[in-house]
Nanobody, 124 residues
């Protein structure tokens, strides 16, 4: 059974940091690019960041560039998203998703598998 399980979300003050994790199982993780997407209350899905199958390439939405960092450890079937300098408007459910496709699709919202998400709430 394919599973993606996110963790690490929580309540943080503006300017604070969190580290999200996404653990995969049930498929060959290293064959897939992984992306993080988020959905704020009342809004649609928004692409945040992507990492290539072996981690050699990364990409970020302009809104998070310089503040978020995506990494992966294929030995642990895990992807991480470090969130720094968080803003109130980044309150959202954060999902990891995998996509067995070319790197050119890294910014799309297409995916093969997606986890249940982890809630990030930025509030003072």
């Amino acid at each position: 059974e394919v599973q993606l399980v996110e963790s690490g979300g929580g309540l943080v003050q503006p300017g604070g940091s969190l580290r999200l994790s996404c653990v995969a199982s049930g498929f060959t993780f290293a064959n897939y690019q992984v992306k993080w997407v988020r959905q704020a209350p009342g809004k649609g899905l928004e692409w945040v960041s992507s990492i290539s199958p072996y981690g050699s390439s990364t990409d970020y939405a302009d809104s998070v560039k310089g503040r978020f960092t995506i990494t992966r450890d294929n030995a642990k079937d895990t992807v991480y998203l470090q969130l720094n300098s968080l803003k109130n408007e980044e309150t959202a459910m954060y999902y990891c998703a995998t996509h067995q496709s070319s790197w050119s699709s890294r910014r799309s919202l297409e995916y093969d598998y997606r986890g249940q998400g982890t809630q990030v709430t930025v509030s003072s």
